[in-house]
């Protein structure tokens, strides 16, 4: 089992940064990639950018070059620092882990608010 923390949300004015934080504990050498994904109301859980052990990212279209994914394997703790921050970019961000099982495990969330 692995557990997931984040940190980090809260409001800032658009084109402003913020950092969210994750940290993971239990069976953390099980964990194969890390990510993050964000819920808007009324709308679908959606990937924003995942790294894997190695450190290789992926990002959704929407963040690329505004968004920086990072891992500290030793701190068992991923990040993402979001730059130029849209309106559009309001949403819970959930820090999320893929063990080398396939299982999945997720954070609570942390609320992101962009103020135009």
């Known amino acids: 089992q692995v557990q997931l923390v984040e940190s980090g949300g809260g409001l800032v004015q658009a084109g402003g940064s913020l950092t969210l934080s994750c940290a993971a504990s239990?069976?953390?050498?099980?964990?194969?990639?890390m990510g993050w994904y964000r819920q808007a109301p009324g709308k679908q859980r959606e990937l924003v950018a995942t790294i894997s052990r190695g450190g290789s990212t992926n990002y959704a279209d929407s963040v690329k070059g505004r968004f920086t994914i990072s891992r500290d394997n030793a701190k068992n703790a991923v990040y993402l620092q979001m730059n130029s921050l849209k309106p559009e970019d309001t949403a819970a961000y959930l820090c999320s882990a893929l063990d080398f099982r396939g299982d999945d495990y997720w954070g609570q969330g942390t609320r992101v608010t962009v103020s135009s």
């Open positions: 239990g069976v953390t050498f099980s964990i194969r990639t």
